[in-house]
C-alpha cells in the first residue's frame, strides 16, 4: 500500500472519528475539549497530503485511483491528482485557520461547532476525492447542508436571515445541477467520469453531433456552480451570508466552501466539456463581470466582513478566468490562486476577528489608526492585501500571472487586460480598507487597545507566513509541477 | 406509445418546476417558499426517473432517486428550522423581515 492510499484514507477517518467522540462523550466535557480535538483532524489532512505531494514527485506520476472494495459487493473509488492533493492542503490549511479563529469568537455550542465543521470537512473530502457526478452531487449537498447550520447555529437575526437566503440560493442551484445530471445520464447512461469525459469527447471535433440536451444540461450546471462560486448574476447571497455568519464559519465560507462546493464543479466540467463551443466564452464573461462588479460593489462598503466577501466575489472571477482557456498553464493558474485566495482570504477575515475583538466593531468608519496599538494584525493584513492585489513578490502575483498568460496563449488578449486593469479596483478597495482601520492618526478612544493574543494572534502569523514563503518559493512550485510533467 | 409517455412526463416536470419557481417569486410567506423549492425539487427527482426510463438504467436511477429523496428531506428539515427560529424572533412569517442584510 503506498502512502498516498493512506492520505485518502486519513482525510475521511480521521473527521469521522472525531466527529463520533464528539458525539459520544458527555455534554460537559465535550464543550471544553471538542475544539482541542479538532485540532487534529487539519493537522492530519495537512501531513498527510504533505506525503502525498512528496510520494508524487517522487513516483513522477500524477494521477492515482485507489479502490475500496466494501465488503465485495459495493466499489467505491476515489482518484487522486496532484490538483486535487494541492485542494486538500489547502482544506486542511483554512479549517486549522478556522479552528484558531474559533477558539476564541466561538464562545458556546462548542461541541456543536466542532461536529459540524468535521462534517464539513467531510463532505469537502468527499468532493475533491470521488470520481463520479453523483457522489459530487451528495457531498456537495452534505457542504452545502453543514455551512447553513454553521451559518445559523448562534441564532442571531442576521445569521438566520443570511443561512436562509444561502438555503434558497442553493437549493436553486441544487435544481439546476441535478437537473443537468439527469440530462447528461439520459444521454450517457452512466455518471462515472471515465464515461462522461468519453460522452464529452465524442462532442467535439468535425462531424460531432450538436446535441441540444447537452448543451442545455451543460447550461444548467455552470448556473448551479456559479450560484455555488458567488459568480456575479448569481452572488445576491454571498455578502449576506459571510457577513452575517461568527467569523470563524467566515473563514471556512469565504476561505474554502465556496472554492470546493463551486469551483470544483467548475474544474470537474472543464475537464470534459471545455472544448465544447461556446463554454469557455460563458466562463471568461461570467468571470469578467464578477471581477469588476464585485470589486466596484466592496469599493462602496463600510462593513469589514463585507468588504472581504465582495473581495471573494472579485477573486473568483480570475480563477473562473484561468478554467475558461482550457489549458493546463489555465488550470495551474487557477489551483493556484485557490491556494493563494484561501491563505490570503483567510488572513483577512482572521484579522477581521481580531479587530472585532478588540475594539467591538466591524465599521471601518468607527475605526482608526490601529497600526501602532496592533501591529500584528496590522502587518498580516497588509501582507493579505498585497498578496491579493497582484505585488510582485507575494504569491497573489505570481497565480494572476499564470492566468493572465494563458489567456494571452490562447489569444483571449481582452479578457487579459480586463484581468490586469481590474487588480487597480482590487488596490483601490483594499487601500481604501488598510487607510480607514490600520493608518492614520490613532483614535482616542482606542488609547487603551492591546494587540489580540491566543490562538487568533497565532492564526494570523501562520498564514503571514504561508502567503509569504509562497511567493518567495513559487518559482520551485512551477519546477515541481515541471519535475512531475504537468508543464 | 412509450415515447408519448416520455414526452408527458417531461412536460409535467417542466411545469412543476414553473410552478415552484412562480411560488418562490409570489409568496412572502416563509414556509410557502420552502413548499415552493421543495415543489420544484420533486420535478428534477422526476427527471432522473425519465433518465434511467429512456437510457434502460432504471434500477441505477432508483438508486440515485432515494439518495435524492434523503438528501431533499435533510435540506427541508434545516430550512423549516431556520424558518422556526426566525418565526420565534418576529413572530411571523414574513420573508419581507429579512431586510437587516443589503448593500
Known sequence: MQVIEYTTLLVFAVPLVILLINILLPRQLAEKSSIGLAYLAPLVQIVATAAGLVQIAQLKQHEFAISWNLAGAVSVRFAVNVFSLVLLFCIGMVTLAAIMVANRTVPQKRAGFAGLLMMLIVGMNGMVLVTDLFSLYVFLEIVGISSFVLIAMFKSDTGLEGAFKYLVMSVLASIMILTGLAFVFMQTGSLQYDQVGAAGGALVGPGAPHLALMYTAMALMIAGFAIKTGAVPFHSWLPDAHQSANTAVSVLLSGIVIKIAGIYGFIVITNFFGRLPGIDLTLALIGTVSIVVGALFALRQSHFKRIVAYSSVSQMGYILLGLSTGSVLGLLGAVAHVFNHATFKSTLFTNAAAVHEQTGTYDINELGGLEKKMPVTSFSSLAAFMSTAGIPPFAGFWSKLLIIMALWNSGDWVFAAIALIASIFTAAYFLRLQRKVFFGKLLDKFAQLTEIGGSVKWAQIMLTVVTIAAGLLFPFALRYFGGIGIL | ?103
Not at chain 2, 16 to 39: D, S, W
Not at chain 2, 41 to 58: D, E, P, R, Y
Not at chain 2, 68 to 74: A, G, K, N, Q, R
Open chain 2, 1 to 103: 406509445m412509450e415515447a408519448y409517455m416520455e414526452t408527458v412526463i417531461l412536460i409535467v416536470g417542466f411545469l412543476l418546476i414553473v410552478a415552484g419557481c412562480y411560488c418562490l417569486i409570489r409568496t412572502y410567506h416563509l414556509l410557502k417558499v420552502i413548499i415552493g423549492v421543495e415543489v420544484a425539487m420533486k420535478a428534477v427527482t422526476m427527471f432522473v426517473i425519465l433518465a434511467g426510463f429512456i437510457n434502460g438504467k432504471a434500477p441505477l436511477a432508483q438508486a440515485f432517486v432515494i439518495t435524492v429523496i434523503v438528501i431533499e428531506v435533510v435540506v427541508a428539515v434545516v430550512a423549516v428550522g431556520l424558518a422556526l427560529n426566525l418565526y420565534r424572533l418576529y413572530g411571523n412569517m414574513d420573508i419581507r423581515n429579512l431586510r437587516k442584510l443589503k448593500g
